[in-house]
């Protein structure tokens, strides 16, 4: 099984801010079947990012993924107050899911 | 628009059993895999099971093998997740996602239902 290690465990920026979030798989993620998701407290996770880099529908460009292998970044170029939230990256490998630990992005 | 609701979560004693269901609407259910992920209070996402398309792969995290079983049935748009056996530690919010097709990420979501195991 790959284990996601994300990190790190807590960013503290403010609004319009540079926020960079990894993710580190234990082995390498075959065909880039990396995705991060943002929840917010008593919400369901939302599909930011798939394949590594693509963004999903309706996601805003700031938010941008990059990476390949075992090392992948999660950038959102200019925080917005709605971005503060928890963020966590899965794969896919063997038939199986999963999920890193998840960093939380809070206000400076 | 699509929607996935889940339901059947409660209070349930160590060693019993609960059903959930996942009713979907606003896409051609029978072309997705759909998946189970759970969410203990204050924790991170743990993948629960899959399903294919037409129901005829399924599989399990090892946490929950040989406990769990998930099924579905196209014709009423909705996947099952039957939860025997049930420990402590299976208390969590479950999620039903659709997995996209070729990305294998999880595009849609539902609300979640919590299952308190507890005596």
């Known amino acids: 099984e790959i284990v996601l290690t994300q990190s790190p465990g807590t960013l503290s920026l403010s609004p319009g801010e540079r926020a960079t979030l990894s993710c580190r798989a234990s082995?390498?993620?075959?065909?880039?079947?990396l995705a991060w998701y943002q929840q917010k407290p008593g919400q369901a996770p939302r599909l930011l990012i798939y394949?590594?880099?693509s963004r999903a529908t309706g996601i805003p460009d700031r938010f941008s993924g990059s990476g390949s292998g075992t090392d992948f970044t999660l950038t959102i170029s200019r925080l917005e107050p709605e971005d503060f939230a928890v963020y966590y990256c899965?794969?896919?490998?063997?038939?199986?899911?999963?999920f890193g630990p998840g960093t939380k992005v809070d206000i400076k | 628009q699509v929607q996935l609701v889940e339901s059947g979560g409660g209070l349930v004693k160590p060693g019993g059993s609960q059903r959930l269901s996942c009713a979907a609407s606003?896409?051609?259910?029978?072309?997705?895999?759909m998946s189970w992920i759970r969410q203990a209070p204050g924790k991170g996402l743990e993948w629960v099971s899959y399903?294919?398309?037409?129901?005829?792969?399924?599989y399990y995290a090892d946490s929950v093998k040989g406990r769990f079983t998930t099924s579905r049935d196209n014709a009423k748009n909705s996947v099952y997740l039957q939860m025997d056996s049930l420990r402590a530690e299976d208390t969590a919010v479950y999620f039903c996602?659709?997995?996209?097709?070729?990305?294998?990420?999880?595009?849609?979501w539902g609300q979640g239902t919590l299952v308190t195991v507890s005596s």
């Open positions: 899965q794969q896919y490998g063997s038939s199986s899911f999963t």
């Open positions: 996602a659709r997995r996209t097709g070729v990305n294998r990420a999880f595009d849609y």
């Open positions: 394949g590594a880099s």
């Open positions: 606003g896409f051609t259910f029978s072309d997705y895999y």
């Open positions: 399903i294919s398309s037409s129901g005829s792969a399924i």
């Open positions: 082995q390498s993620v075959s065909n880039n079947y």
